[in-house]
């Protein structure tokens, strides 16, 4: 990855006032806090401990072909029939996938999940299966059911469950507040917005005031309708972020505010570390 910092310099982002060059979403560094969180592969891992054990204690109640990775019982309804589908981004400030924007502005390819993810892959829950894996009223599960007697073993040992998993989103959201106001940001976003207005298209205050805008509309799924003028606006704003490195601008005054958060609150930050740490290892003990 190309980082400049300035005028362009070649030192690693991970230094003070450095600026990575970010044209495309795997070119965005980590985080800081992103220490504190649980990744994507422990997350994984931690998903497939939950779903064996749960699993196993299905088996022990009697579903014996209960699958490991389930979807919802059909009285629910038609799956994905009732989502308020939230147009998740690739990075904080909206896409970078030039390509994509051509075809679908700021939503997705009809019949597509919103980043490409997969539901699960196993038959749809029975009613009575669906009680014993939750612990509702009526069922012979243990408390909370089998998901619940699952998350009770992987989170044995950790102090503070709460703690663990809000803490660092809670002071991520308190830092975007304050990067918001910071003049070096404010610069980037009216560079950003000029050139998008130079383009032919309206004005914003920042790319995510573009990717929210209600003139796209909502299809039932959550999907936008794809207008000429969201995708020629999607196109302008990616091609503006990528000219002006409006994302590597972004990631350099939040790196640099949550690194100063961290060194203020280690202690809490510690505690968070010590029990995801003991998360992770009771999620790699599961067979």
């Known amino acids: 990855m190309a980082v400049v910092a300035g005028c362009g310099s070649g ?8 600026v990575p060059e970010v044209k495309e979403a795997d070119d965005l560094p980590t ?5 504190y969180k649980l990744g994507k592969r422990a997350t994984k891992e931690f998903d497939t401990a939950r779903d064996r054990l749960a699993q196993r204690c299905m088996v022990g109640l009697g579903f014996a072909d209960f699958p490991l990775d389930p979807k919802p019982p059909k009285s629910s309804g038609p799956s994905g029939s009732s989502l308020l ?10 896409p970078l996938d030039l390509d994509r924007a051509k075809r679908w502005g700021y939503g997705w390819a009809p ?6 993810g997969a539901g699960p892959k196993g038959r749809a829950m ?3 299966e669906f009680a014993a894996l939750y612990g509702l009223s009526g069922s012979r599960a243990p408390k909370g059911g089998c998901a619940g007697q699952g998350d009770r073993q992987l989170l044995k040992g950790v102090a503070d469950t709460t703690h663990m998993w809000a803490y660092p989103s809670r002071r991520e959201q308190r830092l975007e507040a304050a990067v918001a106001k910071d003049p070096r940001l404010r610069k980037a976003f009216a560079t950003w917005s ?3 207005v130079d383009k032919g298209f309206k ?4 790319p995510e005031a573009a990717r929210k805008d209600k003139a796209w509309g909502t299809r039932r799924d959550g999907n936008t309708t794809h207008t000429e003028r969201e995708v020629g606006t ?3 704003d990616i091609e503006c972020k990528r000219k002006h490195n409006t994302l590597g601008v972004w990631w350099s005054v939040m790196a640099k505010r949550q690194r100063a958060d961290i060194d203020r609150n280690k202690a809490a930050y510690e505690a968070v570390r010590r029990d995801l740490d003991t998360l992770r290892a009771n999620a790699r003990s599961i067979p």
């Open 11 to 18: 030192s690693s982002p991970s230094g003070g006032g450095k």
């Open 126 to 128: 029975t009613d009575k």
């Open 203 to 206: 004005r914003y205050g920042n």
């Open 194 to 196: 000029d050139c998008v």
């Open 85 to 94: 589908t939230l147009r998740a981004s690739e990075t904080p400030l909206g």
């Open 234 to 236: 999607a196109v302008a």
């Open 31 to 35: 985080l800081p806090i992103d220490r």
């Open 111 to 116: 019949k597509a999940s919103p980043l490409g």
